[in-house]
């Protein structure tokens, strides 16, 4: 892990990293060491970047005294597009502007781009417990809606130090294998009217997640619509599972 650049400010730090080429954000409360720290790993939006979920990060940093962690996935932020990136921003722009359903082809992007997001994820873990040294790393949740639940079910499904997740805006059929191999508790936010999930699809989703332990939180309105609350909600549920960190 090679850290690029640092910055703070209202007593959290941000540190720019890079992982085998992957570009990370990390963020913990100023001055705080990493070894024993709760850990939030924080998948963003398609379309978004590293930079996307800060300010869920500072909250993490700042209210509980987690750590938290942002990647680029691939062909996103700072990462150049593949030749298949590129055919799929134009084959979306195309249906769009026709007015035409773009769930397939997302589901098909996405679980592509999630094949390679999660070997990513795991690299960058094995080299935060290497900085956190002999105490290793505290508890880890993951927290992403929409292509950052399209990666976040299959590293939980294979990934053992994540214990808790806070998935949602999805339902790609190719999403349901790995979630019935999801056993840790899980809160899953679906917005009644997504224009760019269906909801059929996202509630199949949601009853094939293996997790003993599931909430579903459905609201009106489209994609983008998420109530504030659950920000707070997300964090409550998290909370239960990562305990607040001191010092």
């Known amino acids: 892990m090679h850290f690029t650049s640092e910055s703070g400010s209202d007593g959290v730090s941000e540190r720019r990293f890079v992982v085998d080429g992957v570009p990370g954000l990390l963020w913990q409360p100023d001055g705080s060491a990493l070894g024993g720290r709760p850990l939030v790993l924080l998948g963003h939006g398609g379309g978004q970047d590293k930079s996307g ?33 590129e ?3 134009t084959e ?3 249906l769009l502007a026709a007015g035409r359903p773009i769930s397939a082809w997302v589901a098909r992007h996405t679980a592509a781009l999630a094949e390679r997001a999660v070997p990513e994820w795991r690299a960058v873990l ?19 809606l929409s292509l950052g639940t399209a990666i976040g079910i299959p590293l939980a499904a294979v990934e053992p130090r994540v214990v808790a997740a806070v998935f949602g805006l999805a339902g790609h059929a190719a999403l349901v294998e790995p979630a019935g ?19 059929e699809a996202a509630l199949a989703l949601y009853g094939a997640l293996g997790s ?15 109530p504030d609350f659950e920000l707070a909600s997300a ?3 998290l909370a239960r599972y990562l305990p607040r960190a001191t010092g």
């Open 53 to 85: 979920p800060r300010e869920r990060a500072r909250r993490c940093a700042v209210r509980y005294g987690w750590a938290a962690v942002a990647l680029d996935a691939p062909g996103h932020g700072e990462r150049a597009r593949t030749a298949q990136d």
């Open 87 to 89: 055919r799929f921003a």
């Open 92 to 94: 979306i722009g195309e």
């Open 126 to 144: 094995d080299a935060l417990e290497g900085l956190a040294a002999g105490e290793g790393l505290g508890p880890v949740g993951y927290w992403g």
């Open 181 to 199: 191999r999801v056993a840790v508790p899980v809160e899953f936010v679906l917005q009644w009217d997504d224009e760019l999930q269906l909801r």
């Open 212 to 226: 003993r332990e599931k909430s579903l939180h459905a609201n009106p309105g489209g994609h983008l619509a998420v």
């Open 235 to 237: 964090e409550r549920f």
